[in-house]
């Protein structure tokens, strides 16, 4: 009996040990993935329906800071431009510096530099735009069109003013990685159809990892935490068995 105990105090030790270790690595990972989030992310409130369907209003999205010449295209980025009104807005970037950008061709699809791209996020895919465009965007600018092309006010709004609608990369704060909320949420995903074009899509920021951290941290904080509770309710139901059976034999 006695050499019984002596195992299963050690036994509980190592657990106790390997349950405070958890809930310390726990911590870790959770309040660090916080701190990654807050120092990379910024929170953003949609405020309109010009990105439906791919995010409606009152989505609140997750947009990593990024200096604008990292953006590429098929990012929705977060910019404000004097001449938009100085509001913070968001949209698709569909064309960068030195492209074409038309619409639409014969089968009713977006150009980039006479390449048609195919466009899924959007809701109506009969055609691009209700509209018919065409415009060259100079170097350092955007092009930028809401995924709700029937309503959305973007760069076709401002085709008639100097740069033809188009924004500096300097305007742009942030580009969207995730919504999250209303829950479940997602991740926003870059368009495949820009990805032949010269530059390629954005690879996604660290809101993957960072998510990642802050789930695993939050297990392994619960799973130390209940591992106390748990082994004294297991150790306690071990003796009344091992009681039960010497009081049988006698």
């Not at 916080?34 to 609140?60: K, N």
């Not at 530099?113 to 465009?133: C, H, I, M």
């Not at 069109?145 to 309503?151: A, I």
């Amino acid at each position: 009996m006695s050499g019984t105990g002596v195992i299963a105090g050690g036994h509980g030790r190592v657990g106790s040990v390997l349950s405070g270790l958890a809930v310390i690595v726990g911590c870790v990972l959770f309040l660090g993935g916080f701190g990654w989030g807050a120092v990379a992310y910024q929170p953003y409130t949609v405020p309109s329906e010009s990105m439906s369907p791919s995010i409606l209003p009152g989505d609140r999205v997750l947009a990593e800071r990024i200096d604008g010449s990292k953006v590429r295209r098929g990012d929705v980025v977060v910019f404000a431009d004097k001449t938009w009104g100085e509001a913070t807005m968001l949209k698709r970037v569909v064309a960068v510096g030195g492209d074409t950008v038309a619409c639409c061709d014969a089968q009713g699809r977006l150009t980039v530099n006479g390449e048609p791209v195919e466009e899924p996020y959007l809701r109506n895919q009969d055609k691009a735009s209700p509209t018919d465009f065409s415009a060259e965007i100079p170097e350092g600018k955007l092009f930028l069109l809401g995924d709700e092309r029937m309503g959305s006010l973007d760069s076709r709004e401002h085709l008639q003013e100097a740069g033809h609608g188009a924004v500096s990369r300097d305007d742009v704060s942030a580009r969207v990685d995730a919504v999250v909320w209303p829950l479940p949420g997602g991740f926003v995903e870059r368009p495949q159809g820009f990805v032949a074009l010269p530059g390629g899509v954005s690879q996604p920021g660290p809101v993957k990892l960072i998510f990642a951290a802050i789930v695993s941290g939050a297990l392994l904080i619960l799973g130390g935490a209940a591992y106390g509770p748990l082994a004294r309710r297991f150790g306690r139901r071990k003796a009344s068995t091992a009681r039960d059976r010497v009081t049988t034999h006698a």
